[in-house]
């Protein structure tokens, strides 16, 4: 296998070069892995109604028509435009002349985070709960509004859309200075009202929680008109994760976690529900958006989602790509699960959505999009689509190849050298108070989470970037990004800490600098590979 091929395949930071001469760096794909497949490679590939799915991506396309021919100078936006332009002038009237398009436009590549060969699933939908435009006892909870006080660093009044990641976000006190807004807790107290903020008033606390978490909803006023509202802004506070802090407090069971469950809990313990909402400091501020009953709410990329073909992904991929997505999932009941196989469009996102092969599946509206929803947190096998404009082999000849795996024997005999080094002293009591041993894996820097205890979490799903939170995170899954009011994210990390970023562009995932500098101290000298090229993800 040459050098480049490799180096696309296994390095910490995959670059790819375009033939577009619009741009001067090559894209990268912090802590990824891809692999080149062929189609004939991508199982239940010819099956899958294609017809469909062109019709999600020429969604997508029309929100890309707009925009510049390269948005911050990375080829893959600017790839991906030039499909669309193809895309928005083709109507297929059969599957496999749709299909027939994705081949001849794109070249499939399996993509993980870096060690792995699976991504994660979960679900979200679209909440319709009940509500009226007037107050009363049954309807008692108010739907806000963004308040006028409530500001970003660096945003204009009347702009597009409120910013929701990299600002800072608060309000300005008597001195000009910028302060936190007021948390969860502070607004279920009262802090907001007298403002005539109200959208609508609902019946139920859980009800608000739920269209925060999710991010949109369809409100169903007393004379059945149909309410549709979507997020606006946040109050600048990371979520918390409710469903967690319940099970760390044996106040709910891992196993019967869910919606539902948490409804019915926090119907029995009103006291401790409005303590446990007040712990997750994040609030989040609606609008109404003037869909009809039958439109779909719109994504991130500003386009309707489509039910079972849209997706929500990390910021580091570019909206408008088409992924194919191959899981057992529990679709049609709980158990057993059935195989999922369906090209599906990146097309919105969520904070807590982090990874390269980690993705939300749009389900649709209403109670049986829920139960769905709900189910699903499953492994996955994710094929990026790439603009075949995009030369993968000729971006492999400037990264460099991985560090070679020491011989077994070169790591006995320096084992055997540094044990002859060792104060007998410092030996003492080591089988008691040392770290465990570890699998030989985690002393080459390869990102194991090893000596952990790994515990997998069922946290709740939001739609919009700054309250969205892990379904799950097993041994394998990112950490939540946090931000805290008052901190702004370097420029194109946000989600990311300092140290993170330093670490990613270095060519190392954030976990690997330490056993990686072990490595180093134990192997004979080698020469070291130069450093990964600096540039934006894509």
Known sequence: MGRGVVASLFGAILSLTANAASADEPLKLPDSQLEPVKWTQVAGWTTDDHLAAFAAYQTSCRGLRNTRRTEDGRR???ALWSVCHKALGF??????????FFEQNFQPVRIARLGETQGFLTGYYEPVVQGSRFPSPEFHVPLYRRPPDLVAVGYQPGSKA??????????RNEQNQLV???DRGAIEAGALDGQKLEICWLKDPFDLLTLQIEGSGRVILEDGTPLRVNYDSHNGYS???ISRALIERNLISRE??????????MAAHPDEAGKARAANRSYVFFRITGLSNEGEPVGAQGVPLMPGRSIAVDRLHEYGTPFFIDANLPIERAKPVSPFRRLMIAQDTGSAIVGP???????????????VAGRIRHPGRFVMLLPRELDMIAAGKHMPLPMPKPKLSELVEVNKQEKGNVDPADEIGAAKSGPASRPRDCATG???DCGRKSVPAVTVMSRHPSTTRQRSAGPNQEQQRQQQPGQQAPLGMQGRGRDQQQLVTSGRGPQQKQSAQTTERRLPQQKQPPPATEGRGG
Do not use: C, V
């Open 76 to 78: 893959l936006s600017g």
């Open 91 to 100: 109507r297929p009237q059969h599957s496999n002349t749709a299909r027939t």
């Open 162 to 171: 409120f910013p929701n990641k990299g600002p800072r976000i608060g309000r």
């Open 180 to 182: 936190p807004y007021h």
């Open 239 to 241: 979520f918390s994760s």
């Open 256 to 265: 019967e976690m869910s919606m539902q469950r948490i409804r019915e809990w």
């Open 357 to 371: 092969a980690r993705a939300d599946l749009y389900l649709g509206a209403g109670d049986d999009a829920a139960r």
């Open 446 to 448: 390869s990102g194991l």
